[in-house]
Every structure is written in structure tokens, then in C-alpha cells.
């Protein structure tokens, strides 16, 4: 069982991804996760700043799961596609990437987005580094592999948000494809 504060996480994660940043009040993840009014302020004592970074950290972990359980460069990114299809497919085309919700709409820099925005960036730079990984175990080279994981992240993400504005999966089944072959590609240089 789940603590109210990791429900609390969750929840807002997943509002994030649907709704964005902004909108995504402290209340609505109350009602979401079921927690207990007077536990926000006392799990998050850093406030809302301090839930959206926690929020990010989570789904950082959980993409990083999926990334990790993977065991070849095409079945991650066969996994990675597959999965943002579906989400997209159940939320009606309303769930995104939580991460990059927080990183376009991170506005003015202050201390607030600031922490918020990094967050954002670490968990890129995380997902990025470790497919470079899955690329270089299935032999493509170094350097290779580095523009290869950036260009999967990029296609991805971007088609993600494509898809949701279209309201069609056709962006990330374009990039699949061409995707798929690049990594092809360079498993057989």
C-alpha cells in the first residue's frame, strides 16, 4: 500500500501530464490521490514548488524503469513508442509527458522554476544518457550512439506532443518507423 504522500506524487504527476504546470493546483491533487487535506503542507512543506519537483522526479524514475527493463536498442524504443501510444489512446489524447510539461512552462527563471526546469533537465539528460548506454551494449559506437539516443528523445517527445495537438498517433508511427531504421542502421555498421 501507498503512502498518501506517494499517492500525493503520483497524482500529480499524472494531472501534470495531462492538464500541464499551471493548472495543476494543489487541491486537484488532493481530490486525485484522496489524501487528506491538512497533508499537502505537511509532506510538502516546500509547497506546490516542491510537489512538481518531487512529481518530475517520479515520472523521471518511471520512464528510467521501462528504459532500464530493456533488453535491445529496438525493443526499447519499440517499448518507448508503443507506450506513449497507448497512454495517449486512454487519456483521449490528453496525457503527455509530465517532464515536458514543467519544461515549457517553466517561464520567468526564479528560484521556483528554476529547481522545477532543472528537474526537467535532469531527468532528459537521464533518459538520453541511458539510452546512449542501450545503444553502445548493442554495439554502435560512442559518438554514434550519442546523437542517436538525442534524436530518439527529440522525435519522440516532439511527436508526442504532435500527436496530442492532432489528436492522431500518425506522428509517432512516422518516427517509428524512420527511427527503427537509423538504429537498424547502426547495429549493422
Keep these: 500500500m501507498t503512502s498518501p504522500r506517494d499517492r500525493m506524487v503520483a497524482s500529480a504527476a499524472l494531472l501534470i501530464r495531462e492538464r500541464g504546470a499551471h493548472p495543476t493546483a494543489i487541491a486537484d491533487?488532493?481530490?486525485?490521490?484522496?489524501?487528506?487535506?491538512?497533508?499537502?503542507?505537511?509532506?510538502?512543506?516546500?509547497?506546490?514548488?516542491q510537489?512538481?519537483?518531487?512529481?518530475?522526479?517520479?515520472?523521471?524514475?518511471?520512464?528510467?524503469?521501462?528504459?532500464?527493463?530493456?533488453?535491445?536498442?529496438l525493443e526499447l524504443l519499440d517499448a518507448m513508442i508503443a507506450g506513449f501510444r497507448k497512454q495517449l489512446s486512454a487519456s483521449d489524447f490528453r496525457?503527455?509527458?509530465?517532464?515536458?510539461a514543467v519544461a515549457v512552462e517553466a517561464g520567468e527563471p526564479g528560484a521556483a522554476e528554476s529547481a522545477t526546469l532543472?528537474?526537467?533537465?535532469?531527468?532528459?539528460?537521464?533518459?538520453?544518457?541511458?539510452i546512449t548506454r542501450r545503444l553502445r551494449d548493442d554495439g554502435i559506437s560512442a559518438d554514434r550512439a550519442?546523437?542517436?539516443?538525442?534524436?530518439?528523445?527529440?522525435?519522440?517527445?516532439?511527436a508526442v506532443v504532435i500527436a496530442r495537438a492532432t489528436r492522431d498517433v500518425k506522428p509517432l508511427d512516422l518516427i517509428h518507423g524512420q527511427l527503427r531504421e537509423l538504429v537498424t542502421e547502426g547495429l549493422s555498421s
Design 29 to 49: 491533487v488532493l481530490a486525485h490521490s484522496g489524501a487528506p487535506r491538512g497533508s499537502a503542507y505537511h509532506y510538502f512543506p516546500g509547497g506546490r514548488t
Design 51 to 73: 510537489l512538481l519537483t518531487e512529481a518530475v522526479d517520479y515520472a523521471s524514475d518511471q520512464v528510467a524503469a521501462r528504459i532500464d527493463r530493456a533488453g535491445s536498442a
Design 95 to 100: 496525457a503527455g509527458c509530465p517532464v515536458v
Design 118 to 130: 532543472d528537474r526537467a533537465g535532469a531527468a532528459f539528460v537521464r533518459w538520453t544518457g541511458q
Design 146 to 158: 550519442e546523437e542517436l539516443a538525442m534524436l530518439i528523445m527529440t522525435a519522440i517527445e516532439g
